[in-house]
């Protein structure tokens, strides 16, 4: 079941997304995804709690024409369950620059080439509380 969509967005390279939700209590997994579409994917964010194997593991990947790109792991996990969770992104042509709880930074490419940002979506344990420009 998918969570909170935004579409028809227009953030430009340079400009800081900042998405905050509350991680819930026994959380598995939850994803935040940046694109053009749920098929066009900047950056897929993915924090495992304990899902598909990974434990306590972040994991971000592109999609382009619904095809998953390359994997990137991030160990540094500051997600609990149970408390609210702000997650800033900050994209240009080259790369995706991710601000974690606790300012930890995890650079990753840009495969998709794409300049705007026009579509964020929210699925798994993370109830959404805001999405704003900062
Ligand atoms: C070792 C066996 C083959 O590799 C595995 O292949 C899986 C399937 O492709 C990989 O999981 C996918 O990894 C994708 C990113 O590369 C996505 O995370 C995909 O899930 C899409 C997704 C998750 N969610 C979601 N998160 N939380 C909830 N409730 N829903 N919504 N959409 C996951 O099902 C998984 O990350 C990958 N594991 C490794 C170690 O490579």
């Given at each position: 079941m998918p969570g909170i969509v935004c579409t028809n967005l227009n953030i430009a390279p340079g400009q800081r997304v900042a998405v905050k939700g509350d991680v819930l209590p026994g959380a598995k997994s939850f994803a935040i995804n940046l694109g053009k579409s749920p098929d066009v994917l900047l950056l897929h964010f993915n924090a495992r709690f304990d899902a598909h194997g990974d434990v306590k593991t972040i994991v971000c990947n592109s999609k382009n024409k619904?095809?998953?790109?390359?994997?990137?792991?991030?160990?540094?996990?500051?997600?609990?369950?149970?408390?609210?969770?702000?997650v800033l992104f900050t994209h240009d042509k080259k790369e995706v620059i991710i601000t974690l709880p606790g300012n930890h930074q995890v650079k990753f490419p840009n495969e998709t080439g794409l300049e705007n940002i026009e579509f964020v979506c929210i699925d798994g344990d993370l109830n959404f509380r805001s999405l704003s420009l900062v």
């Open positions: 619904g095809q998953w790109g390359k994997e990137l792991r991030e160990t540094n996990f500051p997600f609990q369950e149970g408390t609210t969770a702000e």
